[in-house]
């Protein structure tokens, strides 16, 4: 099947730096991958979908400024989390549909476990 | 805006016992529906899916789901669990076809061997 790679796996920083993530498609070419956070026990919730080429869309209550998107190619998109404090922690999952005609069958990453100290 | 609803958060089964897990949904129009799953310390995977056509929908290791459209439910069934299942599972909803799915907040399936 399809393989999406995030980078890091886990990530430790200080409370007020950035923090950059990226996510990969490695045998497709994505025009639209999608940030989810996931909480402890708690299910995935949408962030953003990120578009290639163009602005990134932003779910209802996630802070733009803060979660910058950035999908510079077809096969990479990367979020990067600004001023991060422990209320960021958490675990950032990507994904991506392989077929532009099912936009809904999406590819996940392993996730990227954030820390903020 | 739509929702998914698991009604069990923990499960826990004997080897060999059978599984159904619930799903339900809230939203009236077409849906394509999925179950993931999530092993221990690895990605999300596709278990089974449903888009239209024969409401049992079979998927990868032994896993099988019923859409019933009357009871807004796709509810994840297995006739005998192994310890391999120890997992987390998750129920998702596409609605019309538009990229965005909405996630239930998982079930936690142990089996003990």
């Known amino acids: 099947g399809a393989v999406v790679s995030q980078h890091p796996s886990w990530v430790i920083c ?8 990226e996510c990969r498609s490695l045998d497709f070419q994505a025009t639209t991958m999608f940030w989810y956070r996931q909480f402890p026990k708690q299910s995935l919730m949408l962030m953003a979908t990120s578009n290639e080429g163009s602005k990134a869309t932003y779910e209802q209550g996630v802070e733009k400024d803060k979660f910058l998107i950035n999908h510079a190619s077809l096969t990479l998109s990367t979020l990067t989390v600004t001023s991060a404090h422990p ?5 950032y999952i990507c994904s991506a549909p392989r077929d532009r005609g099912a936009p809904y069958e999406q590819y996940f990453g392993p996730g990227t476990r954030l820390t903020v100290t | 805006a739509q929702s998914v609803s698991q009604h069990n958060h923990h499960v826990i089964l004997s080897e060999a016992a059978s599984l159904e897990l619930g ?19 690895q990605h999300l995977q596709l278990l089974l899916k449903y888009f239209s056509g024969d409401p049992l929908v079979k998927g990868i290791k032994g896993f099988e789901a019923e859409f ?20 987390e599972y998750f129920c998702a909803v596409n609605v019309g076809g538009y990229s ?9 399936l142990l089996v003990s061997p």
């Open chain 1, 87 to 91: 209320e960021d922690s958490s675990f």
């Open chain 2, 23 to 41: 799903c339900n949904y809230s939203y009236g129009g077409t849906v394509n529906l999925f179950w993931y799953v999530q092993y221990p310390g």
């Open chain 2, 68 to 87: 019933i459209k009357s009871k807004f439910s796709f509810n994840l069934r297995k006739p005998s669990v192994q310890w391999s299942d120890t997992a």
């Open chain 2, 100 to 108: 965005t799915l909405t996630f239930g907040k998982g079930t936690m």
């Open chain 1, 14 to 21: 200080k409370s007020g730096t950035s923090v950059k993530i």
